[in-house]
C-alpha cells in the first residue's frame, strides 16, 4: 500500500505543484473570470449618435407621429445594486448578462431624428440619399399595412413595414429603428380604431407572474425558472470538464512514461496494479482540487444572487458521490488506453467513441432537466458511463428524483465503475511493456481475458 501512495503522491506532485497546472487550471479561469466582470463592467458597448432624417412612406402618413415619439431618447435606466436583488431580479440579470441568446445592444446615447413623411414617388431619391448620408432610413409601410388581419397566425406576417438603411448602420441603430417602426405601427393601427394607445399599452402590459414550488414539509419557494433550467447543466459541466481533465492527464502521463520507457523503471520497483491504483489515486486529488476550486466560484455565485437555497446539502453530498463515480470510470477507461498505445495519435483513434459517447449527456441535458423522470433520463441513468452525469442533471432538476433510484443508481454505477476498472487492470498489465502498433479493440478483449 505504501508503494501505491507513493505512486499517487508522485503524480499529484508531478501535476498540481507545478508552474503549468498553476497557471492553466487555476490562474487562467481566474483571469478569465475578471476579464468578463471588467468588460460587463467598465467596456459596455458605446453605440454612435442616431442622427438625422428618417423618412417614412405610410397610409395617410399614420405612422408619421407615432414614429415620432417612439424614436425619441430612452430614460437612463438606475443602477442596480446586486445586494437588493429579488429572486427574480437576480434571474433577469443572469439572463441580460449574456447567458442566453439574446445579446445585449447598446443604445446609442444620443437620438436627434427628424421624421418626415415621403411621397411614395421620392423613395428612389430618399435610398440614394442614404447611401450617400443625406438621409438616415426610410420606413416604408405596405398599404394595408393598418388593416386588422383576422388570423391570428399571419398577423406577424401581414402587414409589414420595409426599413432601409445604410451599408455602414450599426446593429445598434437597426434595431432600434424596427423596435420604433413595429410600435409605431400598432399605435397607428389603435388609434385607427377610436382608442387611446397609452390606455390600451396599460391594459396589456404583461404583469409578472410569481411562481411558488410546493416543497417536502409545506414549505414554498419561489421558482426562477431560468436558474432552474441553468443550474442541471452547470453542475454537469462541472463534473464533466474535471473528471475529463485528470482523465487526460493520466492518459498523457502513462503514454510518455511508456514512450520513453520510465515505465520499464516503475515496473521494477512495483506492480502494473500498484502503478495504475497508484496514478488513478494521484489524479483522483487532482480532480479534487479542481473541484474544490470550481465548486467554490458556483456556491459563491449562488450566494451573491441569493438562490443557495435551490441547491440542498444532501444534493450536494450526492454531486460529489457522483463526481466519484464519474472520475473511476474516466480514469478506467483512460489508464487502459494509456496502456495500450505509445504515442497520442494512437490514442485519439480509440479515445474518439469513449469522447462521443461521454457528450451524450450535453445533448440530452435540455430533455433531462425539463422531464428528470422521464424515460429517456431513467434509461441513460443505467448506461455507463453516462449514469453519473445524467444522475448530475436529474438531481438538481426541478422534479424530485425518486430514492430507490438514486440508491439503484448508486449501486449500479460502482458496480460499473469497479468492473471498468478490473478490465483496465487487464489491458494494463499487459500493454504497458508493449511497443509498436497498437492493438485493435478486439485485441484488447483478448488481453483481458490472458493468464
Known amino acids: 500500500m505504501n508503494k501505491t ?10 501535476t498540481v505543484l507545478t508552474k503549468a497546472f498553476f497557471l492553466g487550471v487555476i490562474v487562467a479561469p481566474m483571469i478569465f473570470l475578471a476579464i468578463l466582470i471588467a468588460i460587463s463592467v467598465f467596456l459596455q458597448p458605446e453605440a454612435k449618435p442616431l442622427v438625422g432624417d428618417v423618412g417614412v412612406i405610410s397610409p395617410d402618413n399614420a405612422l ?35 447567458m442566453t441568446s439574446t445579446a445585449n445592444t447598446a443604445v446609442p446615447e444620443t437620438i436627434d431624428l427628424n421624421v418626415r413623411s415621403v411621397a411614395e414617388t421620392d423613395a428612389d431619391r430618399v435610398k440614394d440619399g442614404i447611401r450617400t448620408g443625406e438621409w438616415t432610413a426610410l420606413i416604408i409601410a405596405e398599404p394595408d399595412a393598418l388593416e386588422l388581419v383576422e388570423d391570428k397566425s399571419e398577423a406577424r406576417k401581414a402587414n409589414r413595414v420595409k426599413i432601409y438603411v445604410a451599408p455602414d448602420s450599426p446593429p445598434s ?28 399599452q396599460r391594459l396589456t402590459a404583461t404583469p409578472w407572474a410569481d411562481t411558488v414550488r410546493l416543497v417536502e414539509g409545506g414549505a414554498e419557494k419561489t421558482e426562477i425558472g431560468d436558474l432552474r433550467r441553468f443550474l442541471p447543466m452547470a453542475f454537469m459541466i462541472i463534473i464533466w470538464l474535471t473528471t475529463f481533465v485528470s482523465g487526460n492527464y493520466l492518459l498523457t502521463s502513462t503514454i510518455e512514461e511508456k514512450s520513453n520507457r520510465v515505465m520499464e523503471v516503475l515496473l521494477s520497483a512495483v506492480s502494473p496494479m500498484q502503478l495504475m491504483t497508484g496514478k488513478i489515486i494521484g489524479y483522483a486529488m487532482v480532480t479534487a482540487v479542481m473541484v474544490a476550486m470550481f465548486s467554490s466560484l458556483a456556491v459563491t455565485f449562488l450566494i451573491m444572487v441569493s438562490v443557495l437555497d435551490l441547491i440542498t446539502p444532501v444534493q450536494i453530498i450526492l454531486l460529489f458521490i457522483y463526481l466519484i463515480m464519474a472520475y473511476l470510470m474516466i480514469a478506467a477507461i483512460m489508464a487502459g488506453i494509456g496502456s495500450a498505445v505509445s504515442d497520442m495519435r494512437d490514442a485519439q483513434t ?18 433531462v432537466a425539463e422531464d428528470p423522470n422521464g424515460i429517456v433520463a431513467m434509461v441513460t441513468s443505467y448506461i455507463p458511463p453516462l449514469t453519473p452525469f ?47 502498433k497498437p492493438p485493435n479493440p478486439i485485441e484488447m478483449l483478448r488481453w483481458v481475458t490472458y493468464r
Open 350 to 367: 480509440l479515445l474518439g467513441p469513449v469522447s462521443f459517447a461521454v457528450m451524450i449527456p450535453l445533448f440530452l441535458s435540455p430533455v
Open 173 to 200: 441603430h437597426t434595431e432600434l429603428l424596427e423596435d420604433a417602426a413595429r410600435e409605431a405601427l400598432v399605435e397607428a393601427r389603435v388609434t385607427r380604431e377610436g382608442m387611446d394607445p397609452k390606455v390600451v
Open 64 to 98: 408619421q407621429a407615432p414614429l415620432q415619439d417612439a424614436l425619441k431618447q430612452p430614460e437612463a435606466s438606475s443602477p442596480i445594486s446586486i445586494e437588493t436583488l429579488t429572486p427574480e431580479e437576480a434571474s433577469a440579470m443572469l439572463m441580460d448578462s449574456g
Open 5 to 14: 501512495w507513493s505512486v499517487a503522491w508522485r503524480e499529484f506532485r508531478h
Open 390 to 436: 445524467i444522475m448530475v442533471l436529474r438531481l438538481v432538476a426541478t422534479e424530485p428524483v425518486p430514492v430507490f433510484e438514486i440508491w439503484l443508481s448508486l449501486g449500479w454505477g460502482f458496480l460499473c465503475a469497479l468492473v471498468l476498472i478490473w478490465l483496465a487492470s487487464r489491458i494494463f498489465r499487459v500493454g504497458v511493456l508493449m511497443q509498436g
